[in-house]
T-cell receptor, first 110, second 119 residues
Framework: EDQVTQSPEALRLQEGESSSLNCSYTVSGLRGLFWYRQDPGKGPEFLFTLYSAGEEKEKERLKATLTKKESFLHITAPKPEDSATYLCAVQVGGAQKLVFGQGTRLTINP | GAVVSQHPSRVICKSGTSVKIECRSLDFQATTMFWYRQFPKQSLMLMATSNEGSKATYEQGVEKDKFLINHASLTLSTLTVTSAHPEDSSFYIC???????????????FGPGTRLTVL
């Protein structure tokens, strides 16, 4: 069975304190790994798609990396507005659907 | 990026009534749309995959007679919760897959969600 596990479940940082969120996966035939940001009461906002091990993508203070077993979302010098739940999802084999992890609730204190 | 809308954003209904939620892709065509449900502090759970012009594919444990899905055009899918009960109260989110012509690079964009409360 395809599984996606995110850690930590929740993370509190001070403004400017860099850290990383982890997404580990056990799937048969990864087609793509997706990162989304979700604010309370809203739908997920697309951040990145990674397709192969070694791939990296950046957007402002966020950088996503991918290995054969896991993905990291690195956040550099975060600001309070980066507070949100970050969701990782995988798309497997010939399927179009996404399998989501439980998410990491990130809080950045000013 | 691609924009997906949902209507209504919030709905409150009495137990036993039916509720229809619309999902539209505003600036692209989506052959495939997806419906998710999210309970408080939990992740998204896929309910069904909606394909334009054909029957939806439901995930295990999702009642197809209770959650009716129609994908009548390349920009619109609807989810109807029939005979709603309090346990159906949840946050319903749709997504639409923007097809780039390369099956390896299809990305999903999500709507803002619909908060359903059944009294």
């Amino acid at each position: 069975e395809d599984q996606v596990t995110q850690s930590p479940e929740a993370l509190r940082l001070q403004e400017g304190e860099s850290s990383s969120l982890n997404c580990s996966y056990t799937v048969s035939g990864l087609r793509g790994l997706f990162w989304y940001r979700q604010d309370p009461g809203k739908g997920p906002e697309f951040l990145f798609t990674l397709y192969s091990a070694g791939e990296e993508k950046e957007k402002e203070r966020l950088k996503a990396t991918l290995t054969k077993k896991e993905s990291f979302l690195h956040i550099t010098a975060p600001k309070p507005e980066d507070s949100a739940t970050y969701l990782c999802a995988v798309q497997v084999g010939g399927a179009q659907k996404l399998v989501f992890g439980q998410g990491t609730r990130l809080t950045i204190n000013p | 990026g691609a924009v997906v809308s949902q209507h209504p954003s919030r709905v409150i209904c009495k137990s036993g009534t039916s509720v229809k939620i619309e999902c539209r892709s505003l600036d692209f065509q989506a052959t495939t749309m997806f419906w998710y449900r999210q309970f408080p502090k939990q992740s998204l759970m896929l309910m069904a995959t909606s394909n334009e012009g054909s029957k939806a594919t439901y995930e295990q444990g999702v009642e197809k007679d209770k959650f009716l899905i129609n994908h009548a055009s390349l920009t619109l899918s609807t989810l109807t919760v029939t005979s709603a009960h309090p346990e159906d109260s949840s946050f319903y989110i749709c997504s639409a897959q923007q097809e780039t012509g390369d099956l390896l690079y299809n990305e999903q964009f999500f709507g803002p969600g619909t908060r359903l409360t059944v009294l």
